[in-house]
């Protein structure tokens, strides 16, 4: 009889040092025993439970409060075991996000190189573009320039071939003049003995 005034007497007394955490389990919208706060509450009445238990002799109090250890080992068991899946699974998620930001980093390295190649193709057709073109001027002003030097060598020609024809049309002249003249000194000497025989006849 007297155990169990004293086991009532210490769920009491516990239940009334709970009081201002499970005021806290309300304000907060905590509930169950899985708050660190309740776990460790429920630890110190574990040991409350069994101390007492213990000092008075009462089995069924260090029974409950044994039960009561190994409930709240196991909860303490289970938040370690929730707290080391919660660290891995943001380990894993911050995995991911480099393995992510190392794709990322990859695609737009991938974009940034396939772009220098574009850039790079689009100069050696611009270059390859200015060195035809450069090409076909210089093939058209080689053309130009021979075409020119082939008619300065014709107008040559022709000047030097107007120089030999009028020369010789002077010198042809010239030879009618002194043909003439010839012609004209023919005649002086015809006149002349004509005098000279007119003048002995009419001796």
């Known amino acids: 009889m007297l155990q169990t005034i004293q086991r009532t007497a210490v769920r009491s007394w516990l239940s009334a040092v709970r009081l201002p955490l499970s005021a806290a389990e309300i304000v907060v919208g ?21 101390s007492i238990g213990t000092l008075v002799k009462d089995d069924q109090l260090v029974q409950e409060g044994t039960l009561e250890r ?33 794709v990322q980093e990859r695609d737009r ?12 193709l689009a100069q050696d ?16 002003e080689t053309a130009r320039k021979a075409d020119q030097a082939r008619k300065k060598a014709v107008a040559a020609q022709e000047r030097q071939a107007r120089a ?12 009618e003049k002194q043909a003439v003249a010839a012609k004209g ?15 002995r006849k009419r001796s």
């Open 109 to 120: 390295r991938l974009e940034r190189e396939q772009q220098e190649r574009e850039a790079k």
């Open 30 to 50: 905590k509930s169950g025993s899985n708050w660190p706060p309740a776990v460790a509450f429920e630890g110190f009445e574990a040991g409350v439970k069994r």
């Open 70 to 102: 190994g409930k709240v080992d196991q909860l303490r068991r289970a938040a370690e075991l929730e707290a080391t899946a919660e660290r891995r699974r943001e380990e894993a998620e911050a995995r991911f996000e480099d393995k992510k930001e190392t």
């Open 164 to 175: 030999t024809r009028l020369a010789a049309e002077s010198e042809a002249l010239e030879h």
């Open 185 to 199: 000194e023919v005649l002086d000497v015809d006149r002349a003995l004509n005098a000279t025989r007119t003048v």
């Open 125 to 140: 057709e611009a270059a390859r573009k200015r060195k035809v073109e450069e090409a076909a001027r210089q093939k058209e």
